[in-house]
């Protein structure tokens, strides 16, 4: 009777594992990790790897100040510093965005940008953003 009762008790284990292996594999999008354009220039200042390793192929939510809106190169820039000196910006790149989707970024306005990091150019001191999209 034990045995026949450790059987069925595996069985029943076996068929809940085979059950929930074939659950739905379909995976959710990576949520975008929020952050503001300032905040995002000073993790690269403090730490150039640690801003790597944080932030590579990640899907970014950026919200800052439009410096400038690019249309014909489907671009537009981010503050991401005050005050005197050089500027330094957040380079979104919009490649499916139409043209005339441009008009709703104004300069001095704050924008809400989703993209992807791309890379960070230290000869000019921006970070690239790719893949963009509006998210207000």
């Known amino acids: ?9 595996s069985a029943a284990m076996c ?9 739905d594999d379909k995976k959710e999008p990576a949520k975008a990790v929020k952050v503001t354009a300032t905040e995002l220039m000073k993790e ?10 944080k932030y590579k192929d990640k899907r970014l939510e ?13 671009l537009v820039r981010l503050r991401c510093n005050k005050g005197d000196g050089v500027v330094k910006m957040a380079v979104c790149e919009f ?6 989707q441009f008009a709703k970024f104004k300069k001095g306005a ?4 989703r993209g ?8 000019g001191g921006d970070i690239l953003i790719d893949l963009c999209e509006p998210v207000k």
Do not use: Q
């Open 1 to 9: 009777m034990l045995r026949f009762l450790t059987f069925v008790l």
């Open 15 to 23: 068929g809940t594992v085979a059950t929930d292996s074939g659950a």
């Open 44 to 53: 690269f200042e403090r730490s150039a790897e640690k801003f790597k390793e």
């Open 62 to 74: 950026i919200e800052g100040e439009v410096f400038s809106v690019e249309p014909d190169a489907k």
């Open 95 to 100: 490649p499916k965005l139409p043209k005339e």
């Open 110 to 113: 704050t924008a809400t940008i």
């Open 116 to 123: 992807t990091l791309s890379f960070f150019v230290s000869s």
